[in-house]
């Protein structure tokens, strides 16, 4: 099944969640550890998430926050390495019910080899990929070769975007589309605001998949406000901040004044 | 040969090596930085208020000084320098640093951003952003804030903040990562003054522009000095600015050997410097916006690098260099700290001039291969900046007994006064 109809379906099904969005979560591969990870995306599967973001640790991390560039240089100084993730997603694919998705920056994948890595991204049970730093200009052989395995490149679209340019990321996009809700980097917050539904139904316009709304999600008053305009709402910083503060007592918490009314 | 000539291959490339790698959030604001770039490149206006600038303000043209003691002593090559020490802020990097504040006017921006390893880059920045009334704010890496305290001294008193990275190696590369993240929140009244040849596509191809002022002026001074072209030309390379500004003016010289200096650190293997092409530990790779050669790992993280200059410290290196040395119109070759330091020995005592010690690396490839040439041959050696700067470095280096006692007694008498 696609990931876009796997997504169609989820939604059919949120009124049994009691859920307005779907949720996609995050986790940096190997912080604080692979353990840690697991007990997270435990928690995370037990809120029903439908997607989970593996960030693949890279130690130039340019589009991540204070939080999530600490995670990155802490996995990798603990010896965290690419083969290690593709074993941890295989794991990670098998075991839970939620769709995984890998995050990182284009250099881990040019690095690996386009091809090898496209390869062990699909045998690990990935559906798709986000690569923050590479624009969809020089994306095209990238995406060419995901198509043959069957994986979707994730793109995103910024409030900062003309509608030209709006219409072309919404060509080369497949499964969703991850929409930036504002500017900066992850983990500040963001004012849930007429703008921002202007600038999802500004990207509604050109394209007919699922538009996930990112950065800076932490309260459930959020999750409503991306269910009435968009699909999908991404938990990135506040559930590692929850992991950070007290692992899954804290991060149960946190789903749970997410989820509920 | 036009180094920036896209017609027949892709904008923004040199060779394979380039490119714009940034996050979808920047398109506009690069797009736009692309167009007024190009309009003021187009205007011959432009470079001529920027060349005027750098005559009142900066003493442009900066002159070639022979190096009849050295020479001498060598008994090899006549070796010259040009001199970018004598520039205001004591290097090159106010060149690049001036074009691109005319920039930020003609773009209506009111605030600027930079990045800076041995803190000239920041230290020309802040003297910019005072004297066009930018707000201004500028990323230094806390192992460099710790080796380069004069820098942050002056640009904090000419009105800039200066704010210490402490992820990752908290050197340049570790700042030029913060600056897009302050980049992809502020692009609205911000523009990022990047200061090398490197980065995502304009950067390289515009600091270059304004960097080619040296190798213009350099062609036609060495020419009347030594009533010949250079045989060979040395400049250190760090990300390569002050290397692309004066090969610029000899491009077309073929008979010109272009000589590259890169960071030798304590001498290959991985993490002991920063030398990209004339050691064998980098490969290709895409980071902070360009395609290009890294040191890094098998997984595409970077290394460690060392260096005693820390303008060299850095993991990448100009894609327009990396093309040019493929095509071998540019060699590369490594310099140790070792070597710096004595060829930074040399100039002091026969000639009384001071190079950074990222110069320093310039000069001791020169210093090597001289006594290889004849005494008819000439070298053209970039001085880009000044060692005042690197006293607290170079004092180290030399283990200087009097600078010590001096550190000494001034901390004492700071004590003194806190109590």
Known sequence: MSLQHYLADCHEQLGDKNRRAMLMTHVVCGYPSFEDNWQALEVMQEFGVELVELQFPFSEPSADGPLFVKANQSAIDAGVHVADCFAFMRKVSNHFSFKVIMMGYYNTVFKTGSDSFLKQLKEAGGEAFILPDLPVDEAGELHSAAAQYGLDPILLMTPTNTDERLQQLANAARGFIYTVARKGVTGSSTDMNQDLAEFIKRCRQHTDLPLAVGFGVSKKSDIDFIGEHADIAVIGTAALQAWEQGGAVKLREFFTQLTQS | MDLFDFENGREGYYGEYGGTFLPEILHTT????????????????????????????????????????????????????????????????????????????????????????????????ATMAARFGFESKIYMGAVDVARQRPNVFWMENMGSEVVPVTDGQQTLKDAINECLRDWVTNMDNTHYVLGTACGPHPFPEMVSWFQSIIGHEAREQILTAAGKLPDRIYACVGGGSNAIGIFQGFMEDTEVELIGCEAGGFGPGQGNHAARLAYKDASVGVAQGMKTYFLQNDDGNMLETHSVAAGLDYIGVNPILVNLWEKNRVRFEAVTDQEVTEALKLSMRLEGVIPALESAHGFAQAIKEATQMQPNEVILINMSGRGDKDIFTIADALDDQHWKQFISEKAAGYRGGES
């Open chain 2, 30 to 125: 690069i797009e736009q930085l692309k167009t007024e770039f190009r309009k003021a490149k187009q205007d011959p206006a432009f470079w001529q208020e920027f060349v005027s600038l750098m005559q009142s303000y900066s003493g442009r043209p900066t002159p070639v000084s022979p190096l009849p003691n050295l020479s001498a002593k060598l008994g090899g090559a006549q070796i010259y320098i040009k001199r970018e020490d004598l520039n205001h802020t004591g290097s090159h990097k106010i060149n690049n640093v001036m074009g691109q504040g005319l920039l930020v006017k003609r773009m209506g921006k009111s605030r600027v951003i930079a990045e800076t390893g041995a803190g000239q880059h920041g230290y020309a920045t």
